[in-house]
């Protein structure tokens, strides 16, 4: 039992130490980890009359560059996360992803509008593509006031490949840096943040985030069956529009601002449920906060691994789809029982 | 189909006319030889496009790119041809896709395309149309375009006069710099894609940024690549160049995180390209952006070299118009 809250400690506590890591690590000289440590004993320093070095370019670096994207990382991961886990738990099924209403597509779709004719912001438009997506995919699925879940995976699909196609004549009618733009949007990508982006995207997130927390509870019953959760006095339909529209809310929001991340909301909730089991009281809270740290590490990675930017997207693809398929292979994740 | 004379991939020869006709060599290495010059020619590239047209064979054209018709250069093709002003000059392709049905049909005896096409390529190959592909990477392959569009519509006289007016150009610059420059200025290209989208030493942007007598902040060898903010803070360019973008303008730039105190944003040294058609870097046209870029980053050296007449000069030596008679 000692052991097991020490464990969710650690776990817990792993944020508290990567984000601020992630503050001191970047490609500039200008705030290497060596001018940085400077910088604190400059701070720490009542007597600042021995420092001849302008600390400004390294402030902007800190605090107008590192800290709005380190912020931004933690947020896009834990909305990622938690969105993929409650719709894994309404669908009670495993290979669900947040993209699976067509999300993505239909945010692609939106972006590559902007990008092309800017009728709207890229954001704004991604975000509304996005939700009306999932809008229709709903709507088609809901038949009188019953929700069938492959009704609604289905009419996901459908959607997801009529956004696709619509993405594809955009792109064919578009000029090569318009297209370049688009395709660079659609790897998912953090390079462009700065406190605008974040200040675009932090309510919706936080919102959609906070929801499922409070569905917390709900989902446990939600994930055992209609017949179940109407047997414990849960509304079914109800309770999965509720869990649906947060997590197309934060889901939008981030995809917005970091384009599409794929495969990480249905990678990472597995991760916590391997690590948690299924209970979703525990998985929330843990999905956000793995799901904000891990993502901040690869974008970590991202910005520093080469002298230019590797899309984040490409990256969460490689590092993360072969450790699922690893641990996959090697353990039971939580959907066997 | 039309086909002047036979098409093979022997790169070993060199381009020149050989003695029962054309003999031109393109960026691929593919050998094309042709009895007579070209006279149903399909060009898919807009910027090969204004070769044909300084060259003065537009008559030659029976099919364009469909980029010929987007609003930012559509009014300056209009006031050259009024085939493209009336849109009844047919755009099979694009620099991306191409119609191969549409291409047939216009019975092209040479289609221009550029050599990463390679699906496109192959398959107007297959219906015997001989293929010149175009692969741009410096000033140099801007020359060898041309001329070799010279042979290929039998203007070789116009396409050296071209060459050479492009190149005293380009050495009147450098002439005014070499006298003059104490210190070069340090300048980041933003591409349209996004402000931190860039060209590093090994490209057709650090090569104007030369000649300009400036230096390239992006000390990186790659042809296009994306930085991140805190690199160009790092580097601190003292001119920032952004290409053409309809939804950006110079003052965005001191929006971007940390670039308020950039030198060039503090200085209000940031600075945005014309339309795509006047600063074409892949056209003997690269020279006015020359000019522009020089000004921009040593305003008191160019103090007497007025840009509109310059603009206008060049217009009328290329395309034998102005720009006002143009339009």
């Known amino acids: 039992m000692r052991k097991k809250k020490l464990f969710y400690f650690i776990l817990y506590a792993l944020p508290l130490l990567v984000l601020p890591a992630s503050l001191l690590i970047g490609p500039s000289e200008s705030a290497s980890f060596s001018k940085i440590l400077e910088y604190l004993g400059y701070l720490t320093n009542p007597d600042k009359t021995g420092y001849s070095i302008d600390f400004s370019t390294l402030q902007t670096i800190l605090f107008e560059v590192r800290l709005p994207r380190i912020l931004l990382a933690f947020l896009v991961g834990g909305a990622l996360s938690v969105s993929g886990a409650g719709l894994q738990a309404i669908f009670r099924n495993p290979l669900v992803s947040p993209y699976i209403l067509g999300l993505s597509s239909g945010a692609a779709f939106g972006a590559a509008l902007s990008l092309a004719w800017a009728f709207l912001p890229v954001q704004l438009s991604a975000f509304l593509f996005g939700l009306l997506a999932v809008a229709i995919s709903y709507a088609v699925a809901l038949n009188r006031k019953n929700l069938s879940i492959v009704s609604l995976i289905l009419s996901g699909i459908i959607v997801t490949g009529i956004f696709s196609a619509l993405l594809t004549i955009v792109q064919f009618l578009t000029d090569p840096f318009k297209l370049q733009s688009i395709i660079h949007w659609t790897m998912g990508n953090l390079h462009n943040t700065g406190w605008q982006s974040l200040q675009s995207s932090y309510i919706p997130i936080l919102s959609g985030v906070f929801i499922l927390f409070l569905m917390r509870w709900r989902l446990n019953v939600l994930a055992l069956g209609d017949e ?8 079914p339909v109800r309770g999965k529009l509720i869990v649906l529209v947060a997590a197309t809310l934060a889901t939008s929001a981030a995809v917005a601002v970091a384009g599409i991340i794929g495969l990480y909301g249905l990678i990472v909730p597995h991760f916590v449920r391997m690590l948690a089991g299924p209970d979703n009281r525990q998985a ?21 691994i080469a002298g230019f930017e590797i899309p984040i997207g490409v990256i969460t693809m490689l590092i993360g789809a072969p450790i699922f398929l690893y641990l996959m292979k090697k353990s039971n994740i939580g959907w066997e029982d | 189909m ?22 031109v060599t393109d960026f691929g290495g593919r050998q094309l030889n042709f009895d007579k010059p070209a006279e149903r020619i399909v060009c898919l590239i807009e910027s090969a496009l204004s070769g044909f047209f300084m060259l003065g064979a537009e008559g030659s ?30 755009a099979p392709g694009n620099w991306d896709f191409v119609s191969i049905e549409n291409v047939v049909s216009l019975r092209p005896d040479l289609v221009i395309i550029w050599a990463s096409q390679t699906e496109s390529i192959k398959s107007i190959e297959l219906k015997g149309i001989p293929v010149y592909a175009v692969m741009l990477k410096s000033t140099d392959d801007i020359y060898k375009e041309i001329s070799d569009f010279g042979m290929l519509t039998g203007r070789e006289p116009r396409a050296d006069s071209l060459i050479r007016y492009t190149k005293a150009e380009l050495r009147k610059i450098i002439d005014l710099q070499d006298s003059s420059l104490a210190k070069k200025q340090k300048v980041y290209f933003m591409w ?8 590093g030493t090994n ?14 902040a992006c000390n990186f060898p790659d042809e296009h690549l994306i930085v991140n903010f805190e690199r160009v803070i790092d580097w601190n360019p003292d001119v920032i160049v952004m290409w053409y973008d309809a939804n950006k303008n110079p003052e965005d730039v001191k929006n971007f995180p940390g670039w308020s105190n950039l030198k060039a944003v503090k200085e209000n040294s940031v600075y945005e390209f014309p339309s795509v058609f006047l600063a074409d870097l892949w056209t003997l046209k690269f020279q006015y952006a020359v000019k522009l870029l020089a000004k921009w980053a040593y305003p008191e050296v160019f103090l007497n070299v007025d840009l509109v007449k310059e603009r206008e000069l060049m217009l009328q030596n290329l395309y034998g118009k102005t720009e006002g008679s143009k339009q």
Do not use: H, W
Not at chain 2, 192 to 198: I, M, N
């Open chain 1, 228 to 235: 179940e959760a109407q047997t414990s006095g849960i509304n």
């Open chain 1, 284 to 304: 929330m809270t843990l999905n956000f906060v793995l799901g904000g740290t891990f993502l901040l590490i690869i974008d970590d990675f991202s910005r520093t």
């Open chain 2, 2 to 23: 039309v086909a002047l004379g036979s098409c093979s991939t022997n790169s070993n020869e060199s381009r020149g006319e050989s003695k029962a006709g054309i003999m």
């Open chain 2, 61 to 90: 054209i029976v099919g364009v790119s469909s980029n010929v018709y987007d609003d930012n250069i559509f009014q300056y093709y209009a006031g050259l041809d009024d085939r493209i002003k009336n849109k009844t000059l047919p």
């Open chain 2, 192 to 199: 349209a894609q996004g402000p931190l989208e860039t060209s």
């Open chain 2, 203 to 216: 490209s057709t942007v650090n090569e104007l940024i030369n000649f300009a007598g400036a230096a390239n």
